[in-house]
Every structure is written in C-alpha cells, then in structure tokens.
C-alpha cells in the first residue's frame, strides 16, 4: 500500500495550493481518507477527514470554511483545496487512510500514511 502526498510548496499570506493524495494497492473506496499535518514543536493535528461511505466531510476549527476536502474514486486520490493560508498554517501535510470506519480525529485510528508533503506560508 502506498500513499502519495504531493502539491506543497511555498507560499505568500492569502494564497491558494492543493494537495493532492494518491493510493495504490488499496480499494480506495472503502476507505476514509484524512489530512493531518504538523509543525515543527507541535503534535500532529487532525484538519479533516471525508467519509468512505457518504462522502461526508469533518474539519477541525482552524481550517474550517477555509479548508476543502474531496475525493475522486476513479483515480484514488483525495484533495486538499487550502484557500486564504496564514503563516499558522505552515506544516508538513500527510493524508492518512482508514478502513470502513468514519473518519477518526486520532492519527491512531489510521492503517496507512503518506510521507508528507511540506507547505511553509510567508506573511
């Protein structure tokens, strides 16, 4: 199984970037995908998840109404549309899969992890 986190990059204040997630010898479909990312001295933090089953979505506040998840089963990738980036939002982004379950906010929950990609946002 891999997972393969692409599209960071460096960026100014108010900037736009997607990320891109793409899975390879899984059944795509039956899993939720997630984004974490972290910063340097911190935890790695939930951003969102989208359900296997209903597509569903699930943000974490700080990203919420800024932060867009979505998935395209044919082509086994899930995105990350970031839209309005501030420096806070400068981390190592990692999407993560689990199996038939909702989306976990715990990186515990998750069966598989892509290596990350980086994004540094510039005031």
């Known amino acids: 199984v891999q997972l393969q986190a692409s599209g960071g990059g460096s960026v100014q204040a108010g900037d736009s970037l997607r990320l891109s997630c793409a899975a390879s010898?899984?059944?795509?479909?039956?899993?939720?995908m997630a984004w974490f990312r972290q910063a340097p001295g911190k935890e790695r933090e939930f951003i969102g998840g989208i359900n296997w089953s209903d597509r569903s979505t699930y943000y974490a506040d700080s990203v919420k109404g800024r932060f867009t998840i979505s998935r395209d089963n044919a082509k086994n990738t899930v995105y990350l549309q970031m839209n309005s980036l501030n420096p806070e939002d400068t981390a190592v982004y990692s999407c993560a899969a689990a199996l038939l379950v909702f989306p976990d906010v715990r990186p515990q929950g998750y069966q598989y992890w892509g290596q990350g990609t980086q994004v540094t946002v510039s005031s």
């Open positions: 010898r899984i059944t795509f479909s039956s899993y939720s």
